[in-house]
């Protein structure tokens, strides 16, 4: 009720209000960065506990096929870079995969690798991939090389944890 009071005031009440008016706009300000803050969070992937393959998720590496898509960059809230590698990932055999890391490695302009990140495009941050589905995902980058060619870098699949183990 008090929203609806101070949005629809008279121009003689904004006067009085303005104090709670700015209070408001504060408020909604505060609730946006928070809101901007968890997005961020739930864009990043989630390290799983330390995890070994067994001998069978080795294997079924070769059922997975990570598709690199577009790669983007942004300025966040306080003004740093955040770069967004945009893809998709496909489980094309019969067990869910639960979570799954790959290697990123950025490279140059002249093809030479600059540094290598471990990212999880399936975690305990999205749902599982049933056998069959494919799934966009995002991981986001704080900091890239500074010589890096801008292309989305060279994914190698490292890890997988299968369902029911």
Same mark, same amino acid.
């Given at each position: 009720?008090a929203?609806y ?17 700015q209070r ?34 080795? @294997? /079924?590496?070769? %059922?997975i096929?990570?598709? $690199?898509?577009?790669v983007?960059?942004? +300025?966040n =809230? ?7 590698l945009?893809?998709?990932v ?28 471990? @990212? /999880?495009p399936? %975690?305990?941050?999205?749902? $599982? ?5 494919? +799934?966009p =995902? ?28």
């Amino acid at each position: 009720m008090a929203y609806y009071r101070l949005m629809h005031s008279s121009p003689q009440s904004g006067l009085k209000s303005s104090g709670a008016s700015q209070r408001f706009r504060n408020a909604m300000a505060a609730l946006a960065v928070a809101f901007a803050i968890a997005g961020l969070a739930g864009c990043r992937s989630q390290q799983p506990k330390k995890f070994v393959s067994t001998p069978e998720e080795k @294997a /079924y590496l070769q %059922s997975i096929q990570v598709t $690199p898509g577009r790669v983007k960059a942004a +300025q966040n =809230f306080l003004g740093h870079t955040v770069t967004t590698l945009h893809g998709t990932v496909s489980n094309k055999g019969n067990k869910t995969v639960v979570y799954l890391e790959v290697k990123l490695t950025f490279m140059s302009i002249d093809g030479k690798a600059l540094e290598d990140k471990s @990212a /999880y495009p399936v %975690s305990g941050n999205t749902l $599982p991939l049933k056998p069959g589905e494919t +799934q966009p =995902f995002q991981v986001s980058f704080d900091q890239v090389p500074a010589a890096w060619n801008q292309a989305p870098p060279k994914i190698t699949l490292v890890r997988v944890l299968l369902a029911g183990r």
